[in-house]
């Protein structure tokens, strides 16, 4: 863990920019570098997007083109001599916990810093929870952050 790479899965929601900082902080502490991770989910059902005038595969790309956009003005905001690298993945199979998971087993990430969604109750139930997802699958630490 202490020379491999902190992977830090985002959604560019509230709660990720909040685990962020924890991935900062744990890449300074060992020294390594921080892989920002945003994972595009497969549209489904394209028969709802006929009326947009463009094919899934044109929003697909455009929804990719947005978070590579997102991701140069987090960048932007990143104050830190960390190495910090960017990738963008398309999920095929809508399963963004097993996409996290592939890019952590790729050999150079030593901890995930992820944030928890924060559902409780019935909420938790209804909704598919990444966070637990990848601290069954991975292989490395998870440092799930609330």
């Given amino acids: 863990m202490r020379t491999r790479n902190i992977l830090w899965p985002t959604d560019f929601s509230m709660t ?41 595969e ?17 960048l932007a ?8 690298e960017t990738v963008v993945r398309r999920c095929e199979e809508n399963n963004i916990a097993e996409q996290i998971v592939k890019e ?18 019935l909420s938790h139930f209804w909704h598919d929870n990444v966070s637990e997802k990848v601290v069954a699958q991975a292989q490395c630490p998870v440092l799930v952050v609330k």
């Fill in 58 to 74: 044109e929003l697909m790309q455009k929804m990719e083109k947005v978070a590579a956009d997102e991701m140069k003005k987090l």
């Fill in 77 to 84: 905001k990143l104050d830190t001599d960390l190495k910090v």
């Fill in 16 to 56: 990720a920019s909040h685990a962020l900082s924890y991935a900062v902080e744990m890449a300074n502490l060992y020294k390594v570098g921080l892989r920002i991770l945003y994972v595009v989910e497969q549209l489904s059902g394209g028969e709802n997007f006929q009326v947009l005038m463009i094919s899934t």
């Fill in 104 to 121: 952590a087993d790729k050999g150079d990430i030593g901890m995930i810093v992820m944030a928890s969604h924060g559902r409780t109750g």
